[in-house]
């Protein structure tokens, strides 16, 4: 029996909010294997359906060779210019105080080790199994919607186990630029011909750049200090996020009009 790609997309998603259940169960209770739990589990559902379900091969997620260099070149200059306009719109107004310290700089190379991986599986779930699923029986913009909706819902499990009690507004911000920011890695994909190395560039420069310059709980990083209302600035849970990811799609948008990432639809996948 021939499973429709819109009912794999569902079962995949099924799957993997379960997983990210089974790691808030696992920390609530102590276990320090919850997070591997999560990682591994976020790894391998995806290439169990792409693998045993659609019979495709690993490739077919989007990890295409045309365009792999450029790919990542541009989705790291975007994504860390994009970090630096965020921090810069801070110091401009006086919102926050950085402080690089030396812890920061010693984790820096555990931190990139870590979120190419994260960026590696969050993409291949979310974009390159979920989002191109979808591509195959609804538009673009639907596809896009539904899987940066399910990338903010698996998001929340940060909520839950480490960032501790927030306000309304500050929680209601956060869930509103998980949907931009997986929109705009979305859209990426999209405008890269479903090549998967440009979100995943985008992701990864997003969270090294922010995190070491914002800090996190996860990753470590620079001490900031917010002198203002963190509703206004703070990294990722801010106005500010939300107009900096909104920026990131137009810039797409516009990169996507010039020759630079695009490719002959015969050619995309060489």
Known sequence: MTIQPEVRAVLCMILLFLNSVITVIFLIFGSDIGLLTFWFGALLIPIFFQILINKESLEEFGFWTKGMPKYLVIGLMISSCLILIHLGIGLAIEGI?????????????????????????????????I???????YSPKFSIGIASLFFALLHWINILISLGIRTFTSLLLFSIN??????????AYYKSNNNLWLPIALHFGWNVVGYFFFGSLFT???????????ILIEFEWSILTALILSLGTVVIYLVSKTSVLSFPQEEAHI
């Not at 998980?178 to 859209?187: D, E, R, S, T």
């Not at 470590?220 to 963190?230: A, E, K």
């Open 220 to 230: 470590g990083g620079s001490v900031v200090t917010y002198l203002i209302d963190p």
């Open 178 to 187: 998980m949907v931009l920011g997986g929109a705009w890695l979305g859209y």
């Open 131 to 137: 989002q191109r699923q979808l591509s195959l029986r």
């Open 97 to 129: 105080l950085v402080n690089i310290t030396q812890e920061a700089i010693i984790f820096l190379p555990g931190m990139v080790v870590t979120q190419i991986f994260i960026s590696i599986i969050e993409e291949m779930g979310s974009r390159g199994y």
